[in-house]
Structures are given as structure tokens and as C-alpha cells.
């Protein structure tokens, strides 16, 4: 994808670990899409009733993800405190969304996926997170 | 807003205060309305290189509580600690965005209305957090 | 709410009646969480294989409303072709999901109340849009 | 990404052509992240004030590119004249976008770069309509 190289060109580039950076923003980018295409799968499932859960925590984390994208990709004037807070709500999503479609991933090959790419996505905002922990918080 | 009718219409509530629920939707709302209308205004100001800071948390503000908004609004099959960490966030994010608005409220009167409508909402999460503490986490 | 206080601070607002402008942002952000919270009800309900158009068309005009608004808050260098088609594909969006909730609305009064909000908010598209249409476009 | 395994798995594929469905979502969630990218590194220049334009532009934009994304990644009882409307819209906020950032080309890499993203995202979005045009509407 082609935004990495738009993030790559900040003139005034955030003091974190490049790769840390655009790996958490990639994963946040497939994690969201998995999320709302995982949602949307079970919804059109027969047995969407046993899928209430999945549809909803697919929804929040879809959300969270989009938002933490957003958040790490933007590198002016950069609040440690706040992106700490977003990237670690996003984690938290991340688990609580994987959880609940692993209940899933025997019976619905995208519940596998989808439980996959969230668990790669917390890994990448733990990553980020700790790289903002050595850093002095603004 | 009648969206606070629908809410209160759900099946099956979530176990947390009413009205501090419904505030905390109201507050996130009306706060990422005015984040997108602050940073927009602060772009039109002819000292727009004083407000970069202000516009990038104005952006990152409205994001935030947007996505809290979302959540809280969801009652179906709640994560509390999803939950949580996305209205603790959006806290965070408040103060971050307040404390800079303040420091243009008096050139901008703007970002003095948007300062108050960011510590409203951090009192809001607050709030909901509070009574989220005294629930047990599922 | 708030917001519009600082919309109408805009230092060079943009050329469209007030009172159109503030009722569209104010109809999409309350069409918005209504659409969010309709959907999140549906998938509460017993008869949730029922629902799953009205799910699905809650979800998309939520998003919908939710950029609308974000669109027509922003007033600095307007397009006005680009605020038409957005707005455009708000009134759609409302449109679609005010039908289908429509079905619904004898069993489930969540889905009556969200029909009219869309309703309202198509009508506050159409309103604004066509006072765009006395403007020269940019 | 991995995304598209999910999508792929849809237990009620949308009729719409698979490769023109793909290459939509990708495209959109490469120019959101772009144009979030681009407004942020416009933010840090020291010539700010001649970019306010290109700002809004890519603001809308971002937004526009993200909401079109998650419409047709849903394919659960889609409504195609929602969907041709906000896959138009993005199309539109996708030029006015790419002119925009063509002024900066010269000056700034990252406009350059994001006017081609905007660029083929828009013919991803008119690829994608022409393959709805031959579809009954529902």
C-alpha cells in the first residue's frame, strides 16, 4: 500500500520506531476490514443467533481499529499520552474480539481468519506501546 | 435527539446507570462535532500556523469520541472492559484536546466553547466509568 | 449541543443557508447513533434472522450520516460537488434504511422511531442541497 | 491482506464482479490512510497557509474513501443503489481531492503520491460502478 510511503515523507517525522509505526498502522488497516467483513459474514450466516457476540465485538473492534489508524498515522505535534490510550484500547479490542471469534473459528472459516489478524494487530500495538515507553512522554 | 429513545428501547439494557450512559453518548457526540468544527475553524484562522497543534488533537478528538460513542451506544453482549478502555481513551483524549484549545481561547473564541464541550465529555466518561467499576467485568 | 455555537464562529462560512446547514449536521449525527443503536437492537432481539436487512442498512446509513456530518461541519474551501454527492448518498442511505425499518416497525418500535429519524434527515439532505443548488459551484 | 481471504468467504457472495469488489476495498483503504497521511504531513510545512485547501480536501476525502470501504465490504443483502450512490461520492471527493493535491506535486512528494492514490481509487470506484450498472437494482 501506497501510504506508507505518504507517512514516510512527514517532514516532521515522530520519534518512534518506523517500523514499529507502520507495522501497527498496516494491521490496524486489515484487522478493521476483517472486522467489518467477519461481521458482516456472520450476519448472513443461518446460525447468525449464535453469532450475536461475534457480530458485536466485530463492530467495536472494527471501530477502534479505524480509529487507532488514524490516530498512529498522524505525526504533527504528537500526544504520547493520547496515542498510548487509543493504541491500548485498540489491543484491547483486538483480544476481545479474537476471544470470541476463536469460539467460532471451527464452524466459520472467517471467524479463523478474523481471530488471526486480531491477535497480529494486538501484537503490533503492544509492539508500538512499548516503544513509547522509552520515550519521553510530551 | 431521538436517538436516546432507541437506546432506551433495547431488549436487553446494559447493567450501568441510564442517565450515565445516555450522557456519555450525548457528550461524545456533541464533542466530535465540535472537534470537526474547531479543527475546520482553526484551519480558516489567518494564524493557522499557531493552531497546528490544536487542529492535529482537534482531529485525533473527534475520532476518539466518535468511536466511544459508538460503543457505549452498543448494549447488545457488552465487553465491560472493551468498554472501558475506549471511554478512558476518549477521556484522555479530552483533556489532550482542552488543554490546548485553552490556550487559544482567548484569541479564538472557537476553541474556548470546544475546551468546555472537551472537559464536559471527560466528565461524562468519568462518570460512566465509575459505574462500570462497580460492576462485575464479563 | 455545543457544536453549533462553533460552527457559527466560522471566521469565512461557507456560502449555504445557516439554517439548512445546522439542521443536516444536527439530523445526520441523531440519524447516525439512531442507525447505530437500531442495529445494535435488532441483534438483540429474538427474531435477529429477521432483522438482517435492517442490520445490515442500519450499519451502512450509520457510517453514511456520520461522514455527512463530518462534510457539511467543515466550511474552509468548501467543494460544493463534493459536499452535493455526499450528501446525495446520505438522503439514499436514509431512504433505504427508513424502508426497511419500515417492515419492522409494527414489532419493534425501536425500528419506527429510527424509519422517522431517517426520514427527517433525508429531508434535511434534500433542504440543504438544494439551497447548494442556488450556488455557483466551485 | 488478509481481509480479502474474508470477504472471499462470504456465505452469500454480493453478485458484483469479485476482482472490481476487491480492488475497491483496497483502493479505499489505501487512499483513506493516504489522505489522513497527506493532511498531516501538510500540517507540518513550514507553507501551511497555502495548503489549507489541500487539508480540507483530504480530510473529506479520508473520510469519504473509509465509509466507502466499509459499504462494500458488506455484501449481506446489499441495497445496490446505496451502494452505487456512495461508491459516486467517492469517486467525486477522490478528483476534486487529486486536482488539490496536483497543485502541491511540484513541492510537496506526499501530495504527489496522494493525488495518484486518489487517482486510482476513483477508477477503482468507476470500475466497480460500471459492474453494478449491469446488475437488476434491488
Known sequence: ??????VNLHPEPISLDRD???R????????????????????AESDVRTLV???????DCADVCDVAGRVVTRE???DLGLLRAVVEACAVACVACAEEC????????????????????KDACDD???????????
Open 24 to 43: 501497527c498502522i498496516n494491521e490496524c488497516l486489515d484487522c478493521a476490514a476483517s472486522c467489518t467483513g467477519c461481521a458482516d459474514a456472520d450476519l
Open 76 to 78: 504533527t505535534e504528537p
Open 128 to 138: 508500538l506501546i512499548a516503544t513509547i515507553g522509552h520515550e519521553p512522554s510530551r
Open 102 to 121: 476463536e469460539w467460532h473459528a471451527a464452524h466459520h472459516e472467517h471467524c479463523r481468519i478474523c481471530a488471526e489478524v486480531c491477535r497480529r494487530c
Open 53 to 59: 457476540r461475534c457480530i458485536r465485538l466485530c463492530l
Open 1 to 6: 500500500m501506497r501510504f506508507q510511503e505518504i
Open 20 to 22: 514499529a509505526l507502520l
